[in-house]
């Protein structure tokens, strides 16, 4: 790898810092750059990114089907709700990050 392709453009996160919801872990910096980062030839558009993580969610929605044969059910819920809060990291509590639902189950599959 170059030794370009591992600085990170930290002016991209000033401009969109307001934006960026905080975790009390942090964020990765070279993560929130490459989802902020204007999108040159070659690097996936706005469509292409709604797919992969409309496919990613699918994913993790078939997981939950099969959540009564699993050896830790939270694991999964866990891991669904990690990738959420990364992959949107300015519109958590939105329509399209589907967050708040995915809380809502995971809370209601253990109360009862």
């Given at each position: 790898?170059?030794?370009?392709?591992?600085?990170?453009?930290?002016?991209?996160?000033?401009?969109h810092k307001e934006n960026i919801q905080q975790l009390p872990g942090g964020r990765s910096a070279k993560q929130l750059t490459t989802i902020l980062s204007p999108?040159?030839?070659?690097?996936?558009?706005?469509?292409?990114?709604?797919?992969?993580?409309?496919?990613?969610?699918?994913?993790?929605?078939?997981?939950?089907?099969?959540?009564?044969?699993?050896?830790?059910?939270?694991?999964?819920?866990?891991?669904?709700?990690?990738?959420?809060?990364?992959?949107?990291?300015?519109?958590?509590?939105?329509?399209?990050?589907?967050?708040?639902?995915?809380?809502?189950?995971?809370?209601?599959?253990?109360?009862?």
């Amino acid at each position: 790898m170059a030794v370009s392709d591992d600085l990170i453009n930290f002016d991209l996160i000033e401009q969109h810092k307001e934006n960026i919801q905080q975790l009390p872990g942090g964020r990765s910096a070279k993560q929130l750059t490459t989802i902020l980062s204007p999108h040159p030839s070659g690097q996936a558009t706005l469509d292409e990114t709604k797919t992969l993580n409309n496919a990613i969610r699918q994913e993790y929605e078939l997981e939950l089907q099969s959540v009564a044969d699993s050896d830790d059910p939270l694991d999964i819920y866990d891991r669904y709700v990690k990738w959420t809060l990364n992959a949107y990291p300015s519109a958590q509590a939105t329509p399209q990050s589907q967050l708040l639902p995915l809380l809502e189950r995971a809370t209601k599959a253990f109360l009862t």
